[in-house]
């Protein structure tokens, strides 16, 4: 069983940053992803990493966001600079068994964590 913790959600002004961390179980290189949640709204795909490292990116994030591992600590980071008020939402870390299709879609992913809520103001 894979467990995921998720941290550094917090309050924020619009125009902060802020960095996300998760912490996998069982890091064997696979894909690693965040996505989010806002009220009312369907989870969606945030960001991605590859097992070689590379990132993936939902357009609205792309310039504000970077998506990076540890893979001795078992661990990737989201970070998150310009922070605006659409990015507010519950942000999970998950991971794949396999090489999800597309890359930010949830149904690709088969863990995931509880969620780090961000907040951000205007």
């Known amino acids: 069983q894979v467990h995921l913790v998720e941290s550094g959600g917090d309050s924020v002004q619009a125009g902060g940053s802020l960095r996300l961390s998760c912490v996998t179980s069982t890091y064997s290189r696979p894909y690693m992803g965040w996505f989010r949640q806002a009220p009312g709204k369907e989870r969606e795909g945030v960001a991605a990493?590859?097992?070689?490292?590379?990132?993936y990116y939902v357009d609205s994030v792309v310039g504000r966001f970077t998506i990076s591992q540890d893979s001795e600590n078992d661990t990737i980071y989201l970070l998150m600079n310009n922070l605006k008020p659409e990015d507010t939402g519950m942000y999970y870390c998950?991971?794949?068994?396999?090489?999800?299709?597309?890359?930010?879609?949830?149904?690709?992913?088969?863990?995931w964590g509880q969620g780090t809520r961000v907040t951000v103001s205007a």
């Open positions: 998950a991971q794949a068994r396999g090489r999800p299709v597309p890359r930010l879609h949830p149904a690709g992913y088969d863990y």
């Open positions: 990493i590859s097992p070689a490292g590379g990132g």
